[in-house]
């Protein structure tokens, strides 16, 4: 059942919960399975596929042949759903993007910065209790609108050797360059550093396993990567105008991700919280993943009833969920308050699986906290920045003296050199 707690019961370090720890060994299997893929490359790819996956793909990469038959197996109303999930997420990111700037307000002188895309992105997409296309969709748009050329993906091939046709499919409405069938922290290893037919990229994202989360910290640095995501969490702030059913079903939708999943109802009604209460237990009779969901909800669930709303806000803030769901009679406003929070749904006709599948916001959120210092995947996550710097001889004249004495104040006198030289027996160029 899931527990029900009163806030001043609770330490901070019993309201956040977050004291998960790796699986013994997880670091040292991740570093012999990123060592044994730059050594042995495509081979080594194979051979953990059939370790893990249970059969080795003929072809690492995906065929047009084999894109067809997936087209050819997913009902055409999930694809014209894909399509319109598509356009909303592409019409959301596109307001993300940034415009070039340049100042010429010193005479002589022009500063500026533009913005570029990496050139080489690659997406892991998960494959293993259950596909996740909605992924596909959120994890390549961004690039796309960002204007990344080559997106990779990669995904396991399963028992057969063969990609879900929905994640096909899904990849084909998004538009990725190339598709290879490798999971794992291997997948993570081969975009990384390369093998003989799969490149590698300049920035890796996406969701996995602590396998595919260690293997991407391992690899920071080589590439980038949009974050360290942990297990899917949900906190749903509600006051005592809700349906308790409907409460219970959106802590259900994320319990149900994962036995270490966090569904977390923050209320001020003790009327509510006893009723959902009730009420998650009921629903979870009903849901063909259960033993997952109850796992989820006796570790990791729990209520937590506030004197008042403002004290529930300071609550989500202090807790910073990945979903954060404003169940109350006036979301917006609340909304000013919430500090911390990857993304946030208004009102009580906006379950978070809307945001997971169609609205457009991006639904690769920070989780464990991170939401206090980081943000949802977007396109800045495939775009860098630089600046540029030009000055005419007589606006370099005017300053050199002045950088160059503040160069020495620092004790780089070949800084202080590399501004005087120009000016020395009257050279010019």
């Known amino acids: 059942m899931m527990k029900l707690y009163r806030l001043e019961e609770l330490t901070p370090q019993q309201i956040l919960n977050r004291d998960l720890q790796a699986e013994p060994g997880v670091e040292e299997a991740v570093d012999a399975i990123i060592a044994e893929v730059r050594a042995r490359g495509d081979a080594a790819l194979r051979d953990y596929a059939l370790k893990f996956d249970g059969a080795a793909p003929e072809q690492l990469e995906v065929t047009a042949e084999e894109m067809d038959a997936a087209l050819a197996a997913v009902d055409p109303a999930l694809i014209e759903t894909m399509r319109q999930a598509a356009a909303n997420i592409e019409a959301f990111h596109r307001r993300q993007l940034h415009d070039d700037f340049v100042l010429t307000e010193q005479d002589g002188v022009v500063l500026g910065q533009r913005w570029t895309p990496v050139r080489r992105a690659g997406v892991y997409v998960p494959g293993g209790t259950a596909a996740y296309p909605s992924t596909v969709l959120m994890d390549v748009i961004p690039a796309k609108v960002a204007g990344v050329p080559e997106i990779y993906m990669v995904t396991p091939g399963g028992r057969e050797g063969k ?26 290893a081969a975009l990384a550093y390369g093998t003989e037919t799969i490149p590698p990229v300049d920035k890796i994202v996406g969701p996995g396993n602590i396998y595919v989360a260690t293997a991407k910290r391992r690899v920071y640095g080589r590439v980038g990567i949009d974050m360290i995501a942990g297990p899917s969490e949900i906190l749903v702030l509600a006051d005592g105008g809700c349906d308790p059913a409907w409460v219970a079903a959106d802590l259900l939708s994320q319990a149900e991700h994962d036995r270490l999943a966090s569904p977390v109802l923050v209320t001020d009604s003790p009327a509510l919280a006893a009723a959902v209460q009730a009420e998650v237990e009921r629903q979870l009779c009903g849901l063909p993943r259960a033993d997952i969901a109850r796992a989820s909800v006796e570790a990791n669930g729990k209520i937590i009833l506030c004197r008042t709303l403002d004290e529930a806000v300071e609550v989500c803030n202090q807790i910073a969920p990945e979903h954060l769901e404003l169940c109350v009679a006036d979301p917006f406003g609340l909304l000013g308050r919430v500090q911390n929070a990857g993304s946030v749904f208004l009102g009580r006709n906006v379950p978070e699986a809307l945001g997971d599948y169609f609205a457009g916001p991006n639904h690769t959120l920070p989780t464990s906290g991170t939401a206090r210092f980081s943000s949802p995947l977007g396109v800045d996550d495939f775009v860098k920045r630089s600046s540029f710097i030009y000055y005419t001889r007589a606006a370099l004249g005017r300053v050199k003296d002045q950088v160059a004495a503040f160069a020495e104040a620092e004790g780089l006198h070949a800084h202080a050199r590399s501004l005087t030289i120009r000016y020395e027996g009257g050279a010019e160029q």
């Open 163 to 188: 990609a879900a046709p929905a994640i096909l499919a899904a990849a084909h409405v998004a538009g990725v360059t190339r598709i290879f069938k490798t999971g794992g922290a291997q997948a993570v």
